[in-house]
């Protein structure tokens, strides 16, 4: 059975400062990667899709790395600001399309 | 693009009535969608898969008959929870994926449903 590890389970960090999300999963067979971001009481909103074949995805300030063999990814968000406060959750899929999520890391950014 | 819908956003029942959930595609056609519960503090649960058309597969210990789901277009998938209890209480969210997409699942905003 796959498992995602996200660490840390929480930071905070002050704006400004940059993030660094991990993600770890045990069976390195995947098809993809997802990074999402919740907000409270919300759903989910898609940051980051890196396919299997791929090393990283950049949009805006995210960077997401993926290291298959390694079995880690990486978000980077640069000079974070207040409004990136959120759960930040690394999903991976096998080709049954299914994900299987970690738990999250709550990120809190003081002004 | 790639916009999901749910209704309600909310649902207050009581106990033992059943609640009907939707889960659109806006502006895309899907195949499969998938449906999560999420208790608070916790990470998504996949609950079943929804293949339009065909009978939903559902994950190990998700009894099928308490959780009706039906996937009759290409755009709509529903999700019934029958003869409701306190423990059903959850953040239901579903997922679908596009036609023409890499598997990249593009979720809803999640309805609450709270069962007195």
């Known amino acids: 059975k796959q498992e995602v590890t996200q660490i840390p389970a929480a930071l905070s960090v002050p704006e400004g400062e940059n993030l660094v999300l991990n993600c770890s999963f045990t069976?390195?067979?995947?098809?993809?990667l997802q990074w999402f971001r919740q907000d409270p009481g919300k759903g989910l909103t898609s940051l980051l899709l890196i396919q299997s074949s791929q090393r990283e995805q950049t949009s805006g300030r995210l960077n997401a790395s993926l290291d298959k063999s390694s079995g880690r990814s990486t978000l980077y968000i640069a000079a974070s600001q207040p409004g990136d406060s959120a759960t930040y959750l690394c999903a991976v899929t096998f080709n049954d399309y299914k994900l299987s999520f970690g738990a999250g890391t709550t990120v809190t950014v003081r002004a | 693009g790639a916009v999901v819908s749910q209704h309600p956003s909310w649902v207050i029942c009581k106990s033992g009535t059943s609640v009907k959930i939707e889960c659109r595609s806006l502006?895309?056609?899907?195949?499969?969608m998938f449906w999560y519960r999420q208790f608070p503090k916790q990470s998504l649960m996949l609950m079943a898969t929804s293949n339009e058309g065909s009978k939903a597969t559902y994950e190990q210990g998700v009894e099928k008959d308490k959780f009706l789901i039906n996937h009759a277009s290409l755009t709509l998938s529903t999700l019934t929870v029958t003869s409701a209890h306190p423990e059903d209480s959850s953040f239901y969210i579903c997922?679908?994926?596009?036609?023409?997409?890499?598997?990249?699942?593009?979720f809803g905003p999640g309805t609450r449903l709270t069962v007195l």
């Open positions: 069976d390195s067979a995947i098809y993809n």
């Open positions: 502006d895309f056609q899907a195949t499969t």
């Open positions: 997922s679908a994926i596009p036609l023409d997409s890499y598997n990249e699942q593009f």
